[in-house]
């Protein structure tokens, strides 16, 4: 194949093999003359066009390797010329004649073409400090040029052109770049629109934020104002079930979203059954709240009469929540204590569960309301409250301080001095348990009868004797880990149940050492954490022998 003239302005060769000259009569596409043109006019520095050496090129299936090889009998007709054409362009010795080949060949030109030629050119430019002026073209008449072709540009050729023009200064709000970006935009695929939102009201606007799986990021001001907004006939009990649980999960203590709960109860007593009604004082109890509405209380006690034989789980789960509020109403006691409805639950699917939760309400009465009169839980009928750790203390048992404060007290006190998760009757878990003699001294647990006796006031008189000079003389003192989750949001408010269990072990006659999660997330390491404990023992009054609890 002949080569033609490398000198500017020459006469292009005859055509030869797979490079055919074009004819005035055949089509012609100005991709490749516009951009190389534009760049040869324009008489760019190599370092300004270094940048389109940077576009990353197609890379066709047909390419095959870099290197010149003859092609098989069996490819196309056509692989050969095109196959040729490429190899001309990587040959180039002169921008003048890389353009010269691009020009007289429309017909064999390809897309992957035009990476070849820039990647030559900028060879070329960067062997030559300023490369001749070659086929000068004014830029308006070019850029017309390309803007009546380039809507058949494919998106490549549009992003090197974008590119070019960039490069040699064309204006970002002028003719050729703005059609350029149009085509470009055209070529992207659509997204699709985002569907309308429907208008919502006051009470709809509640349900949807409450509805959302993401709802914990609802900020509590959006909560409060949706709920403000709502007209009264659009809080339904649906509503504000939804806000009550919302509150209760999260530990949330609103009081003017609480305060709405309690209003909405009362004003909507007559349409609400127990069902509901256990979802909407649910919160009350857990994050121990007792609303300030004065007809809070009377409502609940009208309730409990009117649905008490309906729904025995709600209305259990119901007097759960005023337990914690310390506010049972002696009426609902007599009946949920009485032979004939411990019966009905008795072959009930949810049985156990009701009778954990009378024999926690049989010892709140024991313990806190000392005027009662009424019937009582059976003993065969009582089962442990809680014999276990709370549920959530086992979910987040690896965000618990519970094994380094345990390490702790074994390298401080020895493990024959203290319990672990010891379950007391009637059935609370403790953290961890501590048998102190009269003058403070920390004593074997293994030696002591680590319980204390319940009911309290139920002993016999000689059994009541004989705890003045045995157990009466030994006291436990339990460790209580207040976890950073068994309080209420950004408060220091503890959760019902666990501001009920530390109020029952003290009326119990236990002695409490709390152990706040604040002091314990800032100690740094074992050897800090018992300094902490010794001191917060020592402070209470207790001493113990050596380290570990030797000698």
């Known amino acids: 194949m002949r080569r033609p003239r490398a000198e500017p302005g020459s006469r292009a060769p005859k055509p030869t093999e797979g490079a055919i000259r074009a004819e005035p009569g055949e089509s012609w596409s100005p991709s490749p003359n516009s951009m190389l043109r534009v760049l040869l006019s324009a008489q760019a520095s190599s370092a300004r066009l270094s940048g389109l050496l940077l576009l990353q090129p197609i890379q066709p299936c047909c390419l095959g390797p870099t290197k010149w090889q003859n092609w098989s009998s069996g490819e196309s007709p056509h692989a050969g010329p095109v196959q040729g054409l490429q190899r001309l362009l990587e040959q180039a010795r002169s921008p003048g004649e890389l353009l010269r080949w691009l020009g007289q060949n429309p017909t064999k030109v390809r897309a992957h073409h035009y990476p070849v030629a820039l990647r030559r050119l900028g060879q070329l430019l960067e062997s030559r400090p300023r490369p001749p002026p070659v086929e000068q073209v004014t830029l308006q008449d070019l850029s017309q040029l390309i803007i009546r072709n380039c809507s058949s540009f494919d998106i490549h050729t549009i992003h090197v052109c974008l590119h070019l023009a960039v490069l040699l200064g064309f204006p970002s709000d002028g003719p050729l770049v703005c059609a350029l970006e149009q085509e470009r935009r055209v070529r992207l695929p659509q997204k699709p629109r985002p569907p309308l939102q429907p208008v919502l009201h006051g009470g709809q606007r509640l349900e949807a934020a409450l509805s959302c799986p993401r709802f914990l990021r609802q900020p509590q001001q959006h909560l409060i ?103 049972l109403p002696f009426r609902a006691l007599h009946f949920v204590f009485s032979p004939s409805f411990i019966s009905h639950i008795s072959g009930t699917p949810h049985a156990l569960i009701v009778r954990r939760y009378l024999s926690l309400l049989d010892t709140a009465v024991e313990l806190e309301l000392p005027g009662y009169r009424g019937p009582r839980l059976p003993q065969t009928q009582q089962v442990p409250i809680f014999p276990q750790p709370l549920i959530t203390d086992r979910a987040r048992c ?62 016999p008189q000689g059994q009541a004797a004989l705890n003045t000079t045995t157990r009466d003389s030994i006291q436990r003192v339990v460790l209580m880990l207040q976890e950073r989750w068994h309080f209420c949001r950004d408060g220091r408010v503890l959760l019902g149940s666990r501001a009920l269990r530390e109020r029952h072990l003290g009326l119990m006659g236990y002695q409490l050492l709390p152990l706040p999660f604040e002091e314990l997330e800032s100690q740094r390491g074992l050897p800090q954490l018992k300094k902490y404990l010794r001191q917060k023992l020592q402070t209470f009054g207790l001493h113990w022998g050596p380290e570990g609890g030797f000698g």
Not at 278 to 301: A, I
Not at 422 to 439: A, H, K, R
């Open 225 to 327: 104002r949706s709920l403000a907004e709502a007209r009264p006939e659009e809080l339904t009990p649906h509503v504000m079930v939804l806000l009550a649980q919302h509150l209760a999960r999260h530990r949330l203590r609103e009081p003017q979203l609480l305060e709405a709960i309690a209003h909405f109860l009362v004003a909507q007593e007559a349409q609400l059954n127990s069902k509901v009604v256990q979802k909407l004082v649910l919160p009350f109890g857990r994050l121990n709240y007792l609303p300030l509405e004065q007809q809070f209380m009377p409502c609940l006690e009208r309730i409990l009469a009117r649905e008490a034989g309906v729904a025995p789980l709600a209305t259990v789960n119901i007097l759960m929540s005023l337990c914690q509020l310390q506010c």
């Open 398 to 459: 690896k965000y618990s301080h519970r094994d380094i404060v345990a390490e702790g007290l074994r390298q401080l006190l020895g493990e024959e001095k203290y319990c672990q998760d010891l379950t007391v009757p009637p059935g609370y878990c403790t953290d961890f348990l501590l048998c102190v003699s009269s003058n403070g001294a920390v004593l074997p647990v293994r030696t002591q009868d680590p319980f204390l006796p319940y009911p309290p006031r139920s002993c």
